[in-house]
């Protein structure tokens, strides 16, 4: 070994590049796992593209470095420079793939651990993402992770924040869940009033009342949100509900239940802001009805379209009723108008309202979280008191699922979109 290290010093001080690499490829054989390794095999991949000509030894020993260190961020710059100069465009790609999948691995088994952020950060660095660095450095740093690169995006205030932009249908279907496909967005969206008389909202049934005109902590950021959504006339109904739980009544009109007593927070912008964009998808409705009401109430408006349609889990007789009912306030024109979608739903087989309810939620986290590029407003909001424990993360827990989600391509691919206001 010795010997060998001493050539490789020599060949190299001399600048015989062809030799320093024989006997490099040599020693770095017999070199142990470890630092020392892997800065051999990057010499020895540097000199095989530089001196031998030869770009099969160079992707052997990148690949090398590559499986020793997946969460080096220098060897994966490297190699991703060589793939480029090389002009292998779909071999980088694969490249960046596999590097991103293994560092969000790495997240969701070290949620507050800085090594696979940072591989995420190059891994949108190298694909010229700036934004998308950004945002999971802010990710990391709102869960505790710090490192250098982390900390060279500076603080976790949000530069340009997306707002209204998130809404971008294109976006919208991007991050939406599976319980919540587009022709059934598209439906419960068109169909709001006529769902809000089947099912229309009560204050006294909610224990809320109007807040007027008095003043409440979430009034200056309706008025935000309102601003950049182009609404108005959003009114507030107060309840008894938990700290920072902001719910959309929905059904046309814009309304909110907001908790009676609440102090401004990160946590409090993080739900008014997720309410307003569910409101904003014509999904408040949906957000606010128990399942099983739920279940009955969209089953009602499918029958005006198939009177046969008769779903599993549903109280036959119930359903008889309510979809009478709808049919006394369901005007002729709108039939021509909703008929597709409405057939396009019944076509897709059963609906599961909870699923359906859980995925508007779901859908609310991740359009709230690319309209504010506010993590830790989402942590504040979904974990208030344990939200930076591992445990939680990894577990099936609403902040949990939005971290895997924050750290996605589909989540870059949303803000990608976004940005250019693309209509999908």
Known sequence: MRAHERLVSLYEREGDEAKEFEVLQALTARTMPGPERIARLLRVAELAERAMSDAGRAELA????????????EVLRRYADFLERSASSEARKVLLERAGAEARRGVDLAPRESPAYDMLIEVRRLRRDDGGARS???????????????????????????GARAMTP??????????????????????QDLLAASAPFDPSAEGAEALGARPHP????????????GVSGVELFITGEVAETVRPVGGGSHALLVPATVSPSLGLRFAVARAMLIDALGLGLVARVPPRDLALHVAALLRQFEPMHRPPNVDLPALD?????????????????????AFQ??????????????????????????ATDDMSAAVS????????????????SAL??????????????????????EAG
């Open 62 to 73: 990148f690949e090398g470095a590559r499986r020793e260190a997946p969460m080096d961020v």
């Open 136 to 162: 999971i450095a802010s990710v990391a740093l709102s869960l505790g992770a710090r490192s250098d690169l982390i900390d060279s995006y500076g603080s976790l205030t949000p530069e340009h924040p997306l």
């Open 170 to 191: 294109a976006a919208v279907e991007l991050l939406a869940p599976p319980s919540v496909p587009s022709n059934l967005r598209s439906l419960l969206s068109q169909a």
């Open 218 to 229: 979430v009034r200056g950021l309706v008025d935000e949100w309102s601003k950049l959504l």
């Open 321 to 341: 009723e309510h979809a009478r009912a709808m049919t006394r306030v369901f005007p002729r024109a709108r039939h021509a108008e909703l008929s597709p979608v």
């Open 345 to 370: 739903v019944i076509e897709r087989g059963p609906i599961d309202a909870s699923a359906l309810l859980a995925g508007t939620w779901e859908l609310g986290n991740r359009l709230a979280l690319l």
């Open 381 to 396: 909001l979904l974990a208030p008191d344990d939200g930076a424990a591992p445990a939680r993360l990894t577990s099936t």
């Open 400 to 421: 949990g699922r939005l971290l895997r989600v924050s750290t996605s391509d589909r989540f870059a691919e949303a803000r990608r979109v976004a940005e250019r206001g």
